[in-house]
């Protein structure tokens, strides 16, 4: 059975700063966020009703933002409250957490200095997206035809919708040439994130991971680095080039909706056999999630 479209669905959204019914969560079509791109989100998941690292979430929300050169008008702790308080009146224990922030309909052209900022919270369920023996098979990853843009030609460090143009071009690329998501490779051809997660690799035990310095650096991924420091993994950020994955022996990608997902192919030439390191912090962030505050 589908699930109805999402402006189809019941419940409650909290919209600059109420929360009201699911449907009437609306905006005009004459808005700079839709327009110009001047629009960032958050993805965040509960599990057993607590947001996993949500004041981090937060404090990028605001980030992302400035950095698009406006302000959240709310602060961490409120947005904090805002997410617990949507997650709550929607009945839900485990589910996504989608903030948005977005310039309104002041003013209709490139600059938009005076727009009134609009943001918004919605929840949903999105169970995990395999269980132990499913993921343990591995995902194939295609390799996208785009680059993560140069830092100076795009606000990288920001999670900004404009971004993801180029991410839902190679996934749907991706997707009919029979993969489940693309690799995707910086603007200097080196190795750098799939089009919603971040990537390591495995090689003689120890982790592998490309420096986020044109990419989103996950919090998923700092988890991830996290959770293989206390285990006694060692992790590599370094520069990672297309020709040395054949070099690495597992590779997981890993991002709030993915979780830690293996990956058993990447395009034609590269194979990977998921394994004891990936089980290990698959393990490892499903118990960090189910008990951090
Ligand atoms: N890169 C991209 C492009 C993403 O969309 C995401 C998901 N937000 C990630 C990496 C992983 O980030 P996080 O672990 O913070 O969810």
Known sequence: MSLPPFDQRDGYIWFNGSL???????????SHGLHYGSCVFEGERAYGGAIFKSQEH?????????????????????LDQAKAETVKANGLINCYVRPVAWRGS???????????????????????????ATKMKGIKLDIAEYCRPDPRTSPSMAKAAGLYMICTISKHRAERRGFADALMYDWQGRVAECTGANVFFVADGALHTPIADCFLDGITRRTVIDLAT???????????????????????????????????????????????????????????VHNSK
């Open 20 to 30: 009201v019914p699911w449907r009437d969560a609306k905006l005009h079509v004459l």
């Open 58 to 78: 937060s404090s990028r929300f605001r980030k992302s933002a400035e950095i698009l050169d406006f302000e959240v008008p709310y602060s961490t702790d409120h």
């Open 106 to 132: 002041e003013m209709m052209a490139v600059a938009a200095q005076n727009s009134t900022i609009n943001v918004a919270i919605a929840v949903w369920d999105w169970p995990s997206m395999f269980d132990m």
């Open 230 to 288: 206390r285990r006694g993994i060692k992790v590599v950020e370094r520069r990672i080039m297309p020709e040395e994955l054949k070099d690495f022996s597992e590779c997981f990608i890993c991002g709030t909706g993915a979780e830690v997902t293996p990956v058993a192919q990447i395009g034609d030439l590269y194979n990977f056999t998921p394994g004891s390191v990936s089980q290990i912090l698959i393990e490892d962030y499903d118990h960090e």
